[in-house]
C-alpha cells in the first residue's frame, strides 16, 4: 500500500532514486513477468550502470523535462516520466516531441499516476515554452507484446503507429512506437 503521492520535477540529484527505480521495474516486468528484451543483459551489472549514465546524461540535459512520483510516507520513487525532442526512430511519425522514458512501480498501477504523471510533464513542458503539445503531437517507444502498457495507451487516447525492430546483439525484439 502506497501512501500521498506527491508530484515534481526530477532534478540531477535525483538521478541515482531515478535510475534504482526505472532498473527495478524494467527487472520486474521484463525478466519476472512476461520476458521481453534482452534477458541477459537486463539481469547483468552492466544493465544498471548503463542505465545510470543514460539517466545522468538525459536529467543534465537541457533538451528534457522531467517528472517524478513520489510516495510521502517512504519518499521512495513510485513513477517517472521524461519528455523531450522526438528522436532519429520516430522520423517517419507526425509528431514533434517524445516521452524518452515512462514507468510506473507495480504498486502503484492502476491508482492514476500514470495519468497524473503525464498530465504533471505535459503542464511543465507547455509551461517551459519549449515545447508545443497537442493532439498528435507526442510519440513513445515500447516494447510490443505487453498488455498493460498497450491499454494504458488506448485509455489515454494514444493509437498504434508503426512497427519497429530493436537488434541486440544476435538478439531481435518488436518494438511499437504510439502517438
Known amino acids: 500500500m502506497v501512501g500521498k503521492i506527491n508530484y515534481r520535477k526530477a532534478e540531477i540529484e535525483d538521478v541515482g532514486a531515478v535510475a534504482d527505480f526505472v532498473v527495478g521495474c524494467i527487472r520486474f516486468a521484463f525478466t519476472q513477468k512476461m520476458k521481453l528484451g534482452p534477458q541477459e543483459y537486463y539481469k547483468s551489472d552492466k544493465f544498471p550502470e548503463d542505465y545510470l549514465q543514460i539517466r545522468q546524461n538525459s536529467l543534465g540535459s537541457p533538451t528534457t523535462m522531467s517528472s517524478m512520483a513520489i510516495d510521502s510516507e517512504t519518499n521512495q520513487v513510485v513513477g517517472y516520466i521524461e519528455f523531450g525532442p522526438k528522436k532519429a526512430y520516430l522520423k517517419d ?87
Not at 113 to 133: H, P, Y
Open 93 to 179: 511519425l507526425d509528431c514533434q516531441s517524445e516521452i524518452l522514458c515512462y514507468f510506473v512501480g507495480p504498486q502503484t498501477q492502476g491508482q492514476g499516476v500514470g495519468r497524473a504523471l503525464l498530465a504533471n510533464i505535459i503542464q511543465l513542458a507547455n509551461d517551459s515554452g519549449k515545447f508545443t503539445i497537442g493532439h498528435n503531437s507526442v510519440g513513445i517507444l515500447t516494447l510490443r507484446g505487453n498488455p498493460s502498457i498497450t491499454g494504458f495507451y488506448k485509455r489515454i487516447g494514444a493509437f498504434p503507429a508503426q512497427d519497429h525492430d530493436w537488434n541486440v546483439s544476435t538478439e531481435r525484439f518488436a518494438l511499437m512506437s504510439y502517438c
